[in-house]
């Protein structure tokens, strides 16, 4: 059956119907409004659990045949243990033995570990993956192999889903470093130690059934809580949950590359010079490598400056850590950690405090911590002359990555995107991007490594940057630079077939993805 495809506010033609459920196209920021009540789940009773609180049960097995897994369910996962996650595995090896099929896997995001699922993609054990895809599920997806049409969402995005009823989950299972047969459950101690859990904490409190699976069960109570048991069906031990070297990145380095360094410190002399890097402001940057070169960067202007940052907004790693430590940042609000000392950190510092999807990037609440960043440093694979950005899919089509928090830190005073004008000869800066992630409206400038590029919109950092020695130029400008260098790429075709939906941070359609041919 043919769907009804619209233009949506960024010009793209995005459908009004997803796997047979109606969709919103994108309407523009802000302009969606929803008018229902949010979503919650059936009113569980004592009476149906053990009076002694232990939950414990037998196995992964038993537990997921005791909440009722059957045909057609969501089943959600976390993706604290990021490439060596074992849980998500494990639960499709145990709904495949069951003979389970057409099960829909809503995980926050997932990994090349997840490679082991192909199979049961293939079989009919699961239909389709709603969640961000990295590696070789977003390879298969692009081939148009998956049964329905993938939905990837920013993790305020899924967050928002849950809580409007949009996406109902028959079973979570959170993998926890450290839990208490109860359900009470941490990231922070045990050998699968991955920090927080905020990814899953709209699982817990919106789940029909919710499993915590550990390799640590330890006696009541395990605190601090990062999951509470009252959320809790069952809890299972299991002998290894995560692979210790894949969770965290004991590795995680600033870039050795002279290019990525020079693009770190243009962006930091910006911000200098912009009049952001001030006393009491706010930052938000990754954990890749030209990301803590920023962060390092931007410490030594601090230093010179006799500066204090309020916050720093996390995912964690251990040069964030020894800002705090130092006195450089008073707080790190942290949504993930990303290395051991961010999991140190965040077990003993009491100003590393915790946050959630929830917290810092829900769109539909009263407010969120995006808007409160003074200058968000992010990633993409290509922005256009517009400043629309792309995070998902690559010049050939192929969708390779996750969109994680990226829409969301959008809403930021000041976002700033620091790419290399081109990647493997292919020009990063584009008369349209292949995906749109982001609108242009909410990029304020690119940094490159031949120049800096200000969105016509921010006629204050134009104001601020007149006269300066920093190479400011106009996006045009850069786009001809990468064409002189590497060419004109010819224009992509695509099949007319969508395989996968982006949504924006409200819900609504953005952008979708076409198969390659």
């Not at 897994?69 to 145990?94: E, P, Q, V, Y």
């Not at 995980?107 to 192909?118: D, G, R, V, Y």
């Not at 808007?371 to 922005?383: P, R």
Request: glycine content about 10%; hydrophobic content about 40%.
């Amino acid at each position: 059956m043919s769907v009804k495809l619209i233009k949506n506010a960024v010009g793209r033609m995005v459908p009004t119907q997803i796997n047979g459920e109606e969709a919103i196209p994108f309407m523009g920021i802000g302009m969606f409004v929803p008018k229902n009540r949010k979503y919650n789940s059936k009113i569980p009773t004592n009476a149906n659990y053990p009076a002694d609180g232990n939950k414990k049960g037998k196995d992964l097995k038993d537990a997921l045949v005791k909440a009722g897994l059957a045909n057609g369910m969501r089943i959600s996962t976390h993706h604290h243990f990021r490439n060596g996650d074992l849980l998500a595995n494990k639960i499709f090896d145990i709904a495949h033995e069951l003979g389970v099929k057409d099960l829909i896997w809503f995980p926050s995001a997932s990994f090349p570990c997840h490679e082991h699922l192909i199979p049961y993609l293939e079989d009919g054990t699961i239909s389709r993956i709603e969640g961000s895809m990295n590696g070789p599920l977003g390879k298969f997806c692009s081939e148009g192999k998956m049964k329905g049409i993938a939905i990837l969402r920013s993790h305020g995005g899924r967050y928002q889903a849950i809580q409007d009823g949009e996406v109902h989950i028959d079973i979570a299972v959170i993998g926890a470093a450290c839990a208490d047969s109860f359900g009470n459950a941490n990231g922070l101690a045990g050998n699968s130690a991955s920090g927080l859990l905020g990814f899953a904490l709209a699982d817990s409190q919106f789940a029909d059934k919710v499993i915590v699976a550990t390799d640590n069960m330890i006696a009541f109570p395990c605190v601090p809580w990062q999951i509470q048991g009252n959320f809790v069906d069952f809890t299972v031990e299991m002998d290894q949950i995560g692979i210790p070297e894949e969770i965290v990145s004991g590795t995680t380095q600033i870039t050795k590359s002279p290019d990525r360094l020079f693009i770190a410190e243009l962006t930091a002399k910006f911000c200098e010079e912009a009049g952001i890097i001030k006393d009491g402001f706010s930052f938000q940057a990754g954990a890749g490598g030209t990301s803590l070169a920023i962060s390092e960067f931007f410490g030594k202007i601090m230093k010179e400056k006799g500066i204090k940052a309020r916050f720093a907004r996390g995912g964690s790693n251990k040069y964030l850590v020894q800002m705090l430590e130092e006195g450089l940042v008073e707080y790190i609000l942290d949504g993930q950690t990303f290395d051991l000392e961010g999991v140190r950190s965040m077990r003993e510092n009491a100003n590393h405090v915790w946050t959630s999807p929830f917290t810092s990037y829900n769109y539909h609440s009263k407010g969120n911590f995006a808007g409160m960043v003074d200058v968000a440093i992010l990633g993409a694979t290509e922005v256009d002359v517009n400043f629309n950005a792309n995070v998902v899919t690559h010049s050939d089509g192929y969708l390779l990555h996750g969109i994680g928090g990226w829409q969301n830190c959008l809403f930021s005073k000041t976002v700033i995107l620091p790419i290399p004008l081109f990647r493997n000869r292919i020009p990063v800066v584009r008369d349209e991007v292949t995906t749109i992630c982001g609108p242009g409206e909410l990029i304020d400038v690119i940094v490159t490594e031949r120049g800096i590029a200000i969105n016509p919109l921010r006629k204050d950092l134009l104001e601020k940057l007149k006269g300066s020695c920093l190479p400011i130029k106009s996006i045009e400008e850069l786009k001809k630079e990468a064409e002189a260098i590497c060419g004109v790429m010819d224009e992509l075709v695509l099949s007319d077939e969508i395989v996968a939906a982006i949504k924006w941070v409200d819900g609504t359609i953005i952008d979708v993805v076409r198969k390659v041919l």
